[in-house]
Nanobody
Framework: QVQLVESGGGLVQAGGSLRLSCAAS????????MGWFRQAPGKEREFVAR????????YYADSVKGRFTISRDFAKNTVYLQMNSLKPEDTAVYYC????????????????WGQGTQVTVSS
């Protein structure tokens, strides 16, 4: 099992920035990748970004490409999501998760979810 703890959410005005962190502990060596998903009220959980532990290759949803950056710190077993130029439609609970050894945007193919951190962007 891998335990994940997200932090860094909050309230920000449109155009502002936030950096989310996801600290991993436990059997982290068994994870191929880390991902961020988000879920707004009344909507399905959606893919945001993914990074492979080994080679650092990143993937982004079209809606956040060019505004969000995912990165990893091996020494701290931590993954970050830098979010710039935030929009009201980015408002959601953001979840960190461990991913399979292949690119996927389907939540069912990810496991070891964190508890989530709320991001609210005001207009």
């Amino acid at each position: 099992q891998v335990q994940l703890v997200e932090s860094g959410g909050g309230l920000v005005q449109a155009g502002g920035s936030l950096r989310l962190s996801c600290a991993a502990s436990g059997r982290t060596f068994s994870s191929y990748a880390m991902g961020w998903f988000r879920q707004a009220p009344g909507k399905e959980r959606e893919f945001v970004a993914r990074i492979n532990w080994s080679d650092g290759i990143t993937y982004y949803a079209d809606s956040v490409k060019g505004r969000f950056t995912i990165s990893r710190d091996f020494a701290k077993n931590t993954v970050y999501l830098q979010m710039n130029s935030l929009k009201p439609e980015d408002t959601a609970v953001y979840y960190c998760t461990t991913g399979p050894p292949y690119y996927s945007v389907r939540p069912r193919e990810y496991d070891n979810w964190g508890q989530g951190t709320q991001v609210t962007v005001s207009s």
